[in-house]
């Protein structure tokens, strides 16, 4: 095997596709994409965020929602993270339906099967660039996305991750092992 140094490149993969759904102070509801997140704990999700209508919104309002984007909506994914809140109505844009979270102050972006909706618990950095951490209040899935036991069944939800050496979004697919079993084998 021939290895190659690529210096501070910082290939690391997957990275999230995640739809983060916040208000504006007037109560104009937008939302991001964002790679640079994930859950950080059990119940907790962090999202990393420079200096966006987002920020500002998550900042204000305390809190937001973080949807892992499916493949049927690569396209409005994508608008969400090259469209910015500062200039447009993305909700409007979208063609998405937005609504009010009943657990928090931030909206629920109905078509995207997943969303965790957050209540802040610390900002690290300000309204023009922070690492945001935030409790999982409540989770809501679309049945369609369920397995017989109720259990969210990634393989009908088809979420998709960002794949930052040739900036495209690929679909997450077939299962290779079982985790704390695959292993066992060496054990
Ligand atoms: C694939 C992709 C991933 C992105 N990931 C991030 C991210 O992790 N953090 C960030 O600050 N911006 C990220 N962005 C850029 C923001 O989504 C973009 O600037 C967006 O317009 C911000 O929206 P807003 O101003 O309405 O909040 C990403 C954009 C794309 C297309």
Not at 47 to 68: L, M, W
Not at 152 to 160: A, H, L, Q, S, Y
């Amino acid at each position: 095997m021939v290895k190659k140094n690529l210096g501070s490149a910082g290939e690391l993969f997957p990275q999230s596709v995640f739809i983060v759904g916040s208000y504006g102070e007037d109560g104009t509801a937008n939302a991001m994409n964002v790679a640079w997140g994930g859950e950080c704990m059990r119940h907790e999700v962090c999202v990393n965020i420079g200096d966006h209508k987002t920020t500002e919104n998550i900042v204000a309002r305390g809190a937001f929602t973080v949807a892992p984007a499916d493949a049927a909506h690569v396209a409005e994914a994508d608008y969400f993270g090259i469209a910015t809140g500062r200039k447009v109505d993305k909700a409007a844009g979208s063609g998405l339906t937005f609504v009010k979270s009943e657990f928090v102050d931030a909206p629920v972006i109905e078509e995207f099967p997943l969303t965790m909706e957050c209540e802040v618990t610390s900002i690290q950095g300000d309204a023009h660039g922070a690492r945001i951490v935030g409790r999982v209040v409540n989770t809501c899935v679309d049945d369609s996305i369920l397995d017989e036991e109720g259990r969210v069944d990634f393989g009908k939800m088809r979420p998709i991750v960002y794949d930052s050496t040739r900036r495209i979004y690929r679909v997450v697919g077939e299962e290779v092992g079982g985790a704390w079993d695959a292993g066992k084998a060496l054990m």
